[in-house]
């Protein structure tokens, strides 16, 4: 082939893409992302419906006998200040693993404790955790609604994680703090259940 007719040959082919090109650019609001979302599988190494009391204890030693009962085994970290509490199946199944801040023995402490120590779920959010790493980490809540405990105003965020299949029945509720002057609320308890709250 002559290298006249190459070079027009080439230079159709390059015609031909550019509209192409034209039509596969897309509008600014079609390139924005889908908003965030990820499921929860564990908290403090737990995972309800899969997991038995049996695989807490090889994990976290024997349950605090002052803190349980016989359904509701349960453990304290006195470095974290904070309470794992088990509501488990006449089999020894885990159902519920709950993460709430605990001052037990007189302990006057738990002031000190910062963000990132103690229990945490899978993806690493514990108590103390900013109510707002909570919605980037697993994306908007399926609910949130006002909630009271010893007369505080708190925040319920609900998520179910049934859109991840039918191997994560888990559903997970995120208790905070309201924001206040500007600072964003904390995390004060979390619950990761294998079926519904």
Aim: charged share 20%; glycine share 10%.
């Amino acid at each position: 082939m002559k290298r006249g007719l190459t070079r027009y040959l080439f230079g159709i082919s390059a015609l031909a893409l550019v509209p192409a090109l034209i039509c596969t650019q897309t509008s600014p609001a079609a390139q924005t992302a889908p908003p965030r979302r990820a499921n929860e599988l564990t908290l403090a190494g737990l995972r309800p419906g899969k997991d038995t009391v049996t695989r807490a204890i090889s994990l976290h030693k024997e349950p605090d006998p002052n803190l349980s009962s016989a359904d509701s085994p349960s453990w304290f970290s006195p470095g974290a200040c904070e309470r794992l509490i088990l509501e488990t199946d006449a089999h020894g199944g885990i159902q519920t693993v709950r993460l709430v801040p605990l001052v037990y023995n007189g302990m006057h402490n738990c002031a000190m404790v910062q963000p990132g120590q103690g229990w945490k779920t899978g993806r690493g959010i514990g108590l103390r955790t900013s109510c707002g790493d909570i919605v980037r980490t697993y994306g908007e809540p399926s609910s949130r609604s006002p909630s009271t405990k010893n007369g505080q105003p708190l925040e319920l965020l609900y998520y179910a994680f049934d859109w991840a299949g039918p191997g994560v029945p888990q559903v997970m509720e995120v208790v905070c703090t309201p924001e206040r002057d500007g600072k964003p609320g904390r995390v004060v308890e979390i619950t990761l259940a294998a079926s519904s709250l």
